[in-house]
């Protein structure tokens, strides 16, 4: 898997939307950008990916850049459930097969009250 | 509902015994795997399974050994020969092309005294 750089942690305040970066300059043509989350003492979870166009679902919102070398997650409107570890991984092919994640050590997004 | 099982959710052992986590999936999943995560730390693969009875070293395979005799069952032992089995244990499963994302178990937590 391609690798991808995020921050290590970030703040934010509860009800107000988050911005998370991830850089992934190698990123290649049939690369897919894949994000998932791991609350605390939890197994991670999946929330979003996609390919070229920008993303929604129910949880989050997928921005990725022009040239694809970076993307955004976005949280609209942060809860304290939020909370987490966020992990930005590329993956070959929308699916990208079944021989595991690379996880990296994500992003620590802290959200205050 | 359709899930991962992982058990037990904490897991005391002494130095030198082996030890066996379970985890099984209703989901009708062909692909399963486990997961090491050290404080702090990204998720490590261990082994991945895509088929019964058949089964892959990931990274970090030293010192455990796994069975798939079910499609439901993915036990993992944690072998003596494992020199440092203290850390969060994660099991997964996915569709053979991972598309609809990897499901995550809620993990067990293995300590070594």
């Known amino acids: 898997d391609a690798k991808t750089t995020q921050p290590n942690s970030m703040e934010s305040n509860e009800e107000e939307p988050v911005h998370l970066p991830c850089n992934h300059s190698?990123?290649?043509?049939?690369?897919?950008i894949h994000w998932y989350r791991q609350l605390p003492s939890q197994g991670p979870e999946y929330v979003i990916h996609?390919?070229?166009s920008n993303v929604n679902n129910r949880m989050a919102s997928l921005a990725i850049a022009e040239d694809r070398k970076s993307s955004t997650l976005i949280l609209h409107r942060a809860t304290l459930r939020d909370a987490a570890v966020y992990y930005c991984i590329l993956r070959d092919g929308a699916g990208g097969g079944a021989d595991g994640l690379t996880f990296g050590k994500g992003t620590h997004l802290i959200i205050q009250p | 509902d359709g899930g991962i099982t992982q058990s037990p959710k904490y897991l005391f052992r002494k130095e030198g015994q082996n030890v066996t986590l379970s985890c099984e999936q209703n989901l009708n999943h062909d692909a399963m795997y486990w997961y090491r995560q050290d404080p702090g730390q990204g998720l490590r693969l261990i082994y991945y399974s895509q088929i019964v009875n058949d089964f892959q070293k990931g990274d970090i395979a030293e010192g455990y050994s796994v069975s798939r005799e079910k499609k439901e069952s993915f036990p993992l032992t944690v072998t003596s020969a494992q020199k440092n089995p203290t850390a969060f244990y994660l099991c997964?499963?996915?569709?053979?092309?991972?598309?609809?994302?990897?499901?995550f178990g809620s993990g067990t937590r293995l300590t070594v005294v």
């Open positions: 996609g390919l070229t």
């Open positions: 190698t990123i290649s043509g049939t690369d897919y």
């Open positions: 997964a499963s996915s569709t053979l092309t991972g598309f609809y994302g990897y499901t």
